[in-house]
């Protein structure tokens, strides 16, 4: 008998973008079972709750500085829905320790570049800066570390000439809604 698919939570605070391929890459290792967001204005949960996805909208900003609280908060959402696996799709928010150990080695992301290289903001435009030939996402496990934990799967997409931070990152983010169902696919497949 195989395993039913892995309820996995997507972490936004956007458009939700990667949100969406995720949701429409259809897959029978995942199932997409909580849309979580920071932003309760964030478009891509109001996209989830049209396609009558369960959403949590969790702000951050009423629990002040209090990131632990916060998170402990976000902890009991995943927990209730019956959360296996975390990917986070521009979640906006560097998460402590606490919470990274609490789903360590079941949390991952995506992130606009081929890491180790650009972690963090900017991606690209310090790809073009550095006159790099190509650039890419990368699929990674949460570490503590921001941007640093191991690599999963990456998507390598070429640097054209005249490129700008704006078109090379129109490409990278097609080469991400391809990578990042796969990579989830894959990952929990393995579960």
């Known amino acids: 008998m195989s395993r039913p698919p892995v ?12 949100l969406r391929a995720l949701v429409e890459t259809v897959n029978p290792a995942y199932e997409v079972a909580l849309v979580l967001s920071n932003r309760p204005e964030a478009p891509g949960l109001a996209w989830a709750a049209g396609r009558g996805l369960p959403t949590v909208a969790l702000p951050h900003a009423p629990f002040g500085k209090n990131r632990q609280a ?4 976000l902890d009991a959402a995943l927990r209730a829905h019956g959360i296996e696996v975390v990917a986070l799709a521009g979640y906006m928010r560097v998460l402590t ?3 990274v150990g609490r789903w ?3 949390m991952l992301n995506i992130h606009p570049s081929l890491l180790p290289k650009y ?4 991606t690209h435009r310090r790809a073009l800066e550095a006159g790099d030939a190509e650039a890419g996402c990368t699929v990674h496990l949460v570490s ?3 941007d640093e934990g191991p690599v999963l799967d990456q998507a390598r997409v070429p640097v054209l000439e005249g490129d700008t931070p704006e078109t090379l990152a129109a490409r990278v983010l097609e080469a991400e809604h391809r990578l990042y169902p796969q990579a989830l696919a894959r990952f929990c497949g393995e579960l």
């Open 70 to 73: 916060h998170e402990a908060a």
């Open 104 to 106: 360590s080695g079941r």
């Open 7 to 18: 309820r996995v939570a997507v972490l936004i605070s956007g458009t939700g973008s990667n």
């Open 119 to 122: 972690p963090g903001l900017d």
């Open 144 to 146: 503590e570390g921001v």
């Open 97 to 99: 320790p606490w919470l």
